[in-house]
């Protein structure tokens, strides 16, 4: 019979083979992070080249798996929410040669 502190190895190391243990503490710092946000005090307005740069980094991320880090990125990031502003290419003013 299998002790409490086995399961829970066996648990962990399946949980961190699915990925789902990384999401699960990306999603909880997101979490935390939002939680000691001072609501109080007004985001400054996003610019469009703030907006650039945000969206190169969240891309960057993605681009090298580092998809925990861009979730906390995302979580964090309210361009989407303040702005409704959409991430394709002609909403960026990029260049032809850059699109995908």
Not at 11 to 38: C, P, Q, S, W
Not at 62 to 73: D, G, M, P, Q, R
Request: aromatic share 6%; hydrophobic share 35%.
């Amino acid at each position: 019979m299998a002790t409490v502190a086995e399961l829970k190895a066996v648990l962990k190391d399946t949980l961190e083979k699915r990925g789902v243990l990384g999401h699960l503490k990306a999603r909880i710092r997101a979490e935390v992070f939002n939680a000691l946000d001072d609501e109080s005090e007004p985001r400054p307005s996003l610019s469009h080249e703030n907006f650039l740069i945000n969206e190169l980094i969240r891309e960057y991320l993605e681009f090298n798996k580092y998809k925990y880090t861009a979730s906390v990125l995302i979580a964090e990031d309210h361009l989407r929410k303040e702005q409704g502003r959409g991430t394709d290419t002609e909403n960026l003013h990029t260049s032809a040669s850059v699109k995908r």
